[in-house]
């Protein structure tokens, strides 16, 4: 099962030959060095652990540049390890996107767009109140409890507050090609992120 770490840098459709549209998210993905391999004797685990982004050395400090002088491996800013991913990879290799073929699933995961601090309506999809007649209930997110009993508001309620920033993993996307020689990668559908932003792709069982 391929894994291997990508830059999203946005989307645009493809004319296939049949005549479809497709609409896909290119992904820079890869050239990715592998700089450690953990296994269940030595770390109680079995992952496999990739860098990507390619940075000049400046830019890294100075125990992450000697960890990566230690396996050999280029100036990269990101290091990710992928869970049960190792397979026959040894310290050394690159993981490139011919790894994958065309028409596999894939899961993407990425940090989402943060959308700040949001109210009920837009959060989690509260209704609105009535707009005319003297409402003073337009947005508002209206009663949380009681009051003589239970004489609190129980955990868990859902309310205003930080909306998006956080983790998110999109299944069942589709590879519609590859481009070895670009190291791009067109999958079918939204990827999470922004422009520009690192994402972790791995193959969807």
């Known amino acids: 099962m ?41 770390d ?3 992952a496999v652990q990739l860098g990507f982004g390619t940075v000049r050395e400046k830019a890294l400090n100075k125990p992450k540049l000697g960890y990566l002088k230690k396996v050999n491996a280029s100036p990269v800013r990101t290091l990710v390890e992928f869970r049960d991913e190792a397979g026959e990879l040894v310290v050394g290799d690159t993981v490139t996107v011919e790894a994958f073929e065309v028409g596999q ?8 767009k ?5 109210g ?5 999809n509260f209704a609105s109140g009535p707009k005319s007649h003297g409402s003073h209930n337009k947005r508002a997110p209206g009663s949380i409890g009681a009051s003589a009993t239970p004489s609190r508001v129980f955990k868990g309620i859902r309310g205003p507050g ?8 999109q299944k069942g996307l589709t590879i519609v090609d590859l481009l070895p020689e670009q190291n791009l990668m067109l999958v079918r559908g ?16």
């Open 114 to 118: 943060g959308k700040g601090f949001q």
């Open 2 to 42: 391929p894994a291997i770490l990508a830059k999203k840098l946005g989307m645009t459709q493809r004319f296939l030959d049949d005549g479809r549209v497709e609409r896909v998210t290119v992904l820079e993905a890869g050239p990715c060095p592998v700089t450690a391999i953990r296994t269940f004797d030595a």
């Open 190 to 205: 939204s990827v999470p992120g922004s422009k520009g932003d690192t994402v972790e792709v791995r193959t969807d069982a």
């Open 105 to 112: 699933k894939v899961k993407i995961a990425g940090k989402g």
């Open 44 to 46: 109680g685990y079995e």
């Open 120 to 124: 009920t309506i837009k959060r989690h």
């Open 162 to 169: 930080q909306m998006g920033g956080k983790r998110v993993t």
